[in-house]
C-alpha cells in the first residue's frame, strides 16, 4: 500500500516555501565540500537534495552559494538523497572561495 496522496500532519514550526538554490555542505573542520540543492526553506530549516546524504555527519555548515552566506544545521530526517536540517545559527558571511 502506498503512502501517495495522503496528506500528514504538519510538525513545522513555521511554513516552508519552494526554493532551487545552489549550496555546498561543509564538514570536517570545513576541508570536505559536498554539493547540494536547497529545496524548500523555512525560518527554522531546509530540505536538501544531496546524492551523498547517507554520509553526512549529524552536523555541519550549509552555505548558501549565491548569497555567500552559511548557517550551522542539524540533520532532523535524512533519506538515500534528501535530508530534512534544523538551523543551528544565525546567518554568516561565508569566509571562503565557493
Given at each position: 500500500?502506498?503512502?501517495?496522496?495522503?496528506?500528514?500532519?504538519?510538525r513545522?514550526?513555521?511554513?516552508?516555501?519552494?526554493?532551487?538554490?545552489?549550496?555546498?555542505?561543509?564538514?570536517?573542520?570545513?576541508?570536505?565540500?559536498i554539493?547540494c540543492?536547497?529545496?524548500?526553506?523555512s525560518e527554522?530549516?531546509?530540505?536538501?537534495?544531496?546524492?551523498?546524504?547517507?554520509?553526512?555527519p549529524?552536523?555541519?555548515?550549509?552555505?548558501?552559494?549565491?548569497?555567500?552566506e552559511?548557517?550551522?544545521?542539524?540533520?532532523?530526517?535524512?533519506?538515500?538523497?534528501?535530508l530534512?536540517?534544523?538551523?543551528?545559527?544565525?546567518?554568516e558571511?561565508?569566509?571562503?572561495?565557493l
Amino acid at each position: 500500500m502506498s503512502d501517495a496522496g495522503v496528506s500528514r500532519p504538519e510538525r513545522r514550526r513555521s511554513p516552508r516555501r519552494r526554493v532551487l538554490k545552489r549550496g555546498k555542505i561543509l564538514f570536517h573542520d570545513r576541508p570536505s565540500v559536498i554539493d547540494c540543492t536547497i529545496r524548500d526553506i523555512s525560518e527554522g530549516g531546509a530540505r536538501l537534495l544531496c546524492s551523498q546524504a547517507g554520509l553526512l555527519p549529524k552536523e555541519f555548515f550549509l552555505v548558501f552559494v549565491v548569497e555567500k552566506e552559511m548557517r550551522n544545521v542539524r540533520i532532523i530526517w535524512r533519506t538515500s538523497e534528501e535530508l530534512g536540517v534544523e538551523f543551528l545559527s544565525a546567518v554568516e558571511p561565508a569566509r571562503l572561495r565557493l
